[in-house]
Every structure is written in C-alpha cells, then in structure tokens.
C-alpha cells in the first residue's frame, strides 16, 4: 500500500473541523495527548510499517519546510 497524500475526504473541511474540534477546550498537554493518541489509533488502522514510516518522513519533511519557510519571511 502506498501513502495517499490526496485528500480522500468528501468534504475535507469537515474533516479538519471535527479535528479542531476535538481540541476545543483541551490544555496544551492534554491537546499534545491527544494528537498522539489519535496518531497511534489511526497508524494502527493502517496496519503498514512502510506506510509509517513514509507517512513520518513527509510529516517531517513539511515540518523542516515550514521552519525554512518561518526563518526566510523573518529576515
């Protein structure tokens, strides 16, 4: 199984609005708890170790190009 990075949502925004949601109200730790949670239940349903660690690599290539991204709109 490939990673699937096009959206496979009907309607996306509901998506992303259930999971801002599901933060509504929640301290920062208890929101970090739950993105974590959330990560292994759904990594779980995929059921695929290489899907994982794809899955990782991209989310933490986007994350190094936003920091690049931050840092270059600063200067």
């Known amino acids: 199984m490939a990673l699937s990075t096009a959206s496979n949502f009907v309607k996306p925004d509901d998506a992303f609005r259930a999971v801002v949601e599901a933060h509504r109200g929640l301290s920062d ?34 994350m190094i190009d936003a920091g690049q991204q931050q840092q270059q709109q600063q200067q």
């Open 29 to 62: 730790e208890q929101s970090a708890d739950l993105d974590a949670a959330l990560v292994l239940v759904l990594a779980n349903h995929i059921g695929d170790i290489a899907v994982l660690h794809e899955a990782i690599a991209l989310a933490k290539r986007r």
